[in-house]
């Protein structure tokens, strides 16, 4: 089971903290001892595109860890102030300085044992061109035959991109997937 970050001083005064279920509540929350605020630690949203041109889909390798110099979907943390759409089309300019006309969401996917939630909106590249940002080393398109499967870096890439390439085979559209990643 995962196990959330444990706050030892409240960020809102500075006083220490403790877990207990606060009241009209159903499990710990870490409750600052001085002031009584409550804070709550909930899943982060990982947000990103599954970008298409043509028969090609676009990876980018990784400059940072985790996973340095692994392949992966444009991808990242979403940040406070935008919807989920407008956080992966950050996200896939930051990472491959890609233009993309955003399609339907396409995979959800949990990842309890560190607290994120993973979401991969489908995407049409606007153009081959691109220009990776400081956390990729490379952007590049690949078919299918090309992709290499064994420098994938995260599992909800994989499986990713293994229903998308099953769903165009299928030719019977794109439905969401969700799918709960061990």
């Given at each position: 089971m995962f196990q959330a970050r444990r706050y030892q001083y409240c960020p809102t005064c500075g006083g220490p903290t403790e877990y207990r279920v606060p009241a009209d509540d159903n499990r710990e929350r870490a409750t600052c001892t001085?002031?009584?605020a409550?804070?709550?630690?909930?899943?982060?949203?990982?947000?990103?595109?599954?970008?298409?041109?043509?028969?090609?889909?676009l990876l980018c390798k990784r400059a940072i860890?985790?996973?340095l110099g692994k392949w992966t979907l444009?991808?990242?943390?979403?940040?406070?102030?935008?919807?989920?759409a407008e956080g992966a089309a950050r996200e896939t300019q930051e990472e491959a300085g890609a233009e993309i006309e955003l399609q339907n969401?396409?995979?959800?996917?949990?990842?309890v044992r560190v607290g994120q939630v993973h979401l991969f909106y489908r995407a049409r590249l606007l153009?081959?061109?691109?220009?990776?940002?400081?956390?990729?080393?490379?952007?590049r398109l690949f078919h299918e035959h090309e992709i290499p499967w064994d420098e994938i870096a995260f599992h909800t890439v994989r499986d990713?991109?293994?229903r998308f390439f099953e769903d165009r085979r299928r030719g019977e559209g794109y439905p969401l997937h969700t799918a709960d990643i061990g």
């Open positions: 001085v002031c009584g409550i804070h709550y630690e909930n899943p982060l949203n990982v947000v990103g595109t599954l970008p298409v041109y043509g028969e090609q889909v860890e985790p996973r444009p991808a990242g943390f979403m940040e406070l102030g935008e919807t989920l969401l396409y995979c959800v996917m949990n990842v153009s081959p061109r691109f220009d990776p940002g400081p956390e990729t080393l490379e952007a990713t991109l293994l």
